[in-house]
């Protein structure tokens, strides 16, 4: 069994946001690279933004630590439109089909550049409270997205009755968190099978396969 998603491609990001997002990264290679080689610890933003060939001011103008420069610009946000048309699209549409759509955006911006990726791991490895700080944004990421699917649970519900009955909140926050938590399952599993593989097949396809497997088991 397999999932489609008719996602539409994404606009190209203008020059000024090119700009920021090649500085973003250099910066973020660079204190990676630093921390590889001698630890966190002892590396300087002094030394970062040498590194990256960038002032300290400008350093700062993108992150507000060496820490968060480790842990990168966060992949975990809902975009409006998309969280909308989620809640919008009716019974019609499986609610697993329209997770999936939401975590393409999120797990495979995550993961579109591998080399600081497999960077970002080696240095977190040896830095728990990174991790934890990594896995703190997980959890808010998982209950603003409990949120979106109770929305989406109670719109099925109040079309399903024409406007009549009103579902109990309890009832439906319980089944949006398991709903939650299954999709964010699939989503791990999509991303610990492309961290963990020598295969050159993109995120993007090893989430969808996740989600399909998922599907098998349900």
Do not use: C
Request: net charge negative.
């Amino acid at each position: 069994m397999t999932l489609t998603t008719n996602e539409p491609a994404a606009a190209e990001p203008g020059l000024r946001e090119r700009k920021r997002l090649a500085t973003s990264r250099s910066i973020q290679l660079a204190v990676l690279e630093l921390s590889r080689d001698r630890g966190l610890d002892a590396v300087t933003v002094d030394e970062i933004s040498r590194h990256a060939d960038i002032s300290p001011r400008t350093f700062f103008n993108y992150f507000p630590s060496k820490e968060a420069a480790v842990l990168g610009e966060t992949p975990f946000r809902l975009e409006s439109e998309q969280v909308e048309a989620f809640v919008s699209a009716g019974s019609n549409e499986p609610i697993f089909d329209g997770l999936l759509a939401i975590m393409h955006s999120v797990a495979v911006s995550d993961t579109a550049d591998f080399e600081m990726h497999q960077l970002r791991k080696l240095v977190i490895r040896d830095y728990p409270h990174l991790l934890i700080q990594r896995i703190s944004s997980m959890r808010e990421f998982e209950v603003d997205l409990t949120g979106v699917v109770a929305r989406r649970l109670t719109h099925d519900a109040e079309s399903a009755t024409h406007g009549g009955e009103i579902p109990d909140p309890a009832a439906i926050h319980d089944h949006a968190r398991l709903i939650t938590l299954v999709a964010i399952a699939a989503m791990r599993h999509a991303w610990g099978t492309w961290a963990d593989s020598s295969d050159s097949r993109p995120m993007s396809v090893l989430l969808t396969n996740s989600f399909a497997e998922l599907r098998t088991l349900l």
